[in-house]
């Protein structure tokens, strides 16, 4: 699966070499049609991107990534079709208040190619309180029609199909499947059936006894790279902040500078005001994706701003503006910088974009209403501004 990612990245970099007009015709068609499905899943209608997978070939990709209970294979395949959506869904994060809970999902194409037949596509899934999920899509196509062949999901650093399969071993954790998963050389039959009881404990959603199994693991179990990553999965999903500090630990002992953890550990490390480890994780995450985000660089910009470093801040912002000049948040963040470095001539041509592109108004009463920003009601270079769009 490495390798496939790895391919996925390189494929992203767009070929400067003229192409010929057949293939961009069928790029153009391919786009056309997968701009559709994320359109579709936009206004809430999962059909299209339904349609557009290969059941029958992701259920035995599922099916190829781990050692499964034969019951555990019949009853997924029989029930696969009326459970896409549901698992689709339960994969993006979590809303971490009430605040956050319901609203959308709102998916954008920040990179697509596709050529000789193959193709990868990478969606930026954002909702309510600034959660945002990232999908790289393998893709393909049949008879002029679009197929999604399986997608990387950032955000649970894993193909959907290894996501799958995992919970296919947790639904029925047989001797067999259990071993399937484990690096320990030749684990004996007591070591085994922790691990299943283990994975049990997560199936049944009892974090009283994952932990009183867990806590009682020898650490040669413990260290098992499935474990150490469904241990920080788990407690990230509980939200418990001394466990999942704990989890992180060990997950960035296991996986040193492993970039296909690093959209989560971003998020952790602003959680936790770690502020310059969040940066790191947010650069690794970008090479992971092959390009900058605009969004990545908006959060490297934040991070740069809570450590007061205000130049390298504005310097992540004008970068968010440039990589995605379309994304309002690049051009929020590009005017919280330069007000916070008092380059206030600077912030009001941010304004100018906030106003001119996204139809926000920024007059004194709305700044008000913004901790950082009020600060720019009282400077001349606002009143000017304001004056001359007022009279404009």
């Not at 990179?111 to 600034?130: E, H, L, N, S």
């Not at 009463?365 to 901790?371: A, K």
């Amino acid at each position: 699966m490495n390798r496939i990612l790895a391919f996925a990245a390189a494929a992203l970099v767009f070929a400067t070499a003229p192409q010929l007009a057949a293939a961009q015709s069928a790029e153009a068609e391919m786009r056309e049609q997968f701009e559709a499905v994320i359109n579709g899943l936009n206004e809430n209608k999962f059909d299209l991107f339904q349609r557009a997978v290969n059941e029958k070939a992701l259920i035995n990709r599922i099916f190829g990534t781990r050692v499964i209970d034969a019951d555990a294979r019949e009853q997924f395949a029989a029930g696969f079709s009326g459970t896409l959506q549901e698992i689709f869904v339960s994969s993006f994060p979590r809303a971490r208040t009430q605040a956050e809970s319901g609203g959308e999902i709102i998916g954008t194409i920040i990179a697509f190619q596709f050529q000789d037949g193959q193709g990868r596509a990478i969606v930026r899934y954002a909702g309510k309180g600034y959660r945002f999920s990232y999908h790289s899509y393998e893709l393909t196509r049949s008879r002029n029609k679009l197929v999604i062949v399986d997608w990387f999901d950032y955000y649970n650093s894993s193909w959907f199909s290894e996501d799958v399969g995992d919970s296919l071993v947790r639904a029925m954790p047989a001797k067999t499947s259990v071993r399937s998963i484990m690096k320990t050389p030749n684990p004996t039959d007591g070591q085994v059936f922790q691990v299943g009881e283990l994975l049990k404990a997560v199936r049944d959603q009892n974090p009283q006894r994952y932990f009183q199994i867990y806590d009682g693991l020898e650490a040669v179990l413990r260290n098992e790279p499935h474990i150490v990553v469904l241990n920080y999965q788990y407690c990230r999903s509980l939200g418990d902040p001394a466990r999942l500090n704990q989890a992180v630990e060990s997950l960035v002992a296991a996986f040193p500078g492993d970039a296909l953890y690093s959209l989560g550990l971003s998020a952790y490390y602003i959680s936790r005001n770690l502020f310059e480890e969040a940066i790191v994780e947010l650069d690794r995450f970008e090479s992971a994706l092959g390009m900058k985000d605009g969004v990545s660089e908006a959060f490297k910009a934040t991070s740069a701003m809570a450590l007061g470093d205000f130049e390298r801040a504005q310097a992540f912002a004008l970068s968010a503006t440039q990589v995605e000049p379309g994304l309002e948040l690049s051009w929020w963040t590009l005017l919280r910088a330069r007000t916070a470095a008092q380059d206030y001539a600077g912030a009001t041509e941010a304004m100018t974009q906030l106003e001119d592109r996204f139809g926000q108004m920024l007059i004194p009463q709305t700044l008000r209403r913004d901790r950082f920003l009020k600060a720019l009601i009282d400077q001349q270079e606002y009143k000017d501004w304001r004056a001359e769009r007022d009279q404009g």
